[in-house]
Nanobody, 115 residues
Framework: QVQLVESGGGLVQAGGSLRLSCTVS????????MGWYRQAPEKQRELVGL???????TYAAPVRGRFTISRDNGKNTLYLQMNSLKAEDTAVYYC?????????WGQGTLVTVSS
């Protein structure tokens, strides 16, 4: 069973930066798509961005130019670098992996941005 462990969330002031990590319990070389989602209070979960096994990235419009997704296949880890954070980025951030019939979610890590 594949497990995802997220870390790096916390409290940061607006304009600051955080880096989230998501460590996967298996080799990620063959995982087709890895991504980050977020869910703000009283809102639906939304896509933040995705990265393919080939390293192609896509981002949701609200974070484009501020957030960067990367993956370290040697460490089986997915990252989300968040810069120029805004109060509206406050949410629980979830890691997600998809490959064939496999889809797994992390437990989530809370990011709070104070204005």
């Amino acid at each position: 069973q594949v497990q995802l462990v997220e870390s790096g969330g916390g409290l940061v002031q607006a304009g600051g930066s955080l880096r989230l990590s998501c460590t996967v319990s298996r080799n990620i070389l063959s995982i087709n798509v890895m991504g980050w989602y977020r869910q703000a209070p009283e809102k639906q979960r939304e896509l933040v961005g995705l990265i393919t096994s080939g390293g192609i990235t896509t981002y949701a419009a609200p974070v484009r130019g501020r957030f960067t997704i990367s993956r370290d296949n040697g460490k089986n880890t997915l990252y989300l670098q968040m810069n120029s954070l805004k109060a509206e980025d406050t949410a629980v951030y979830y890691c997600n992996v998809r490959s064939g019939s496999l889809e797994v979610w992390g437990q989530g890590t809370l990011v709070t941005v104070s204005s």
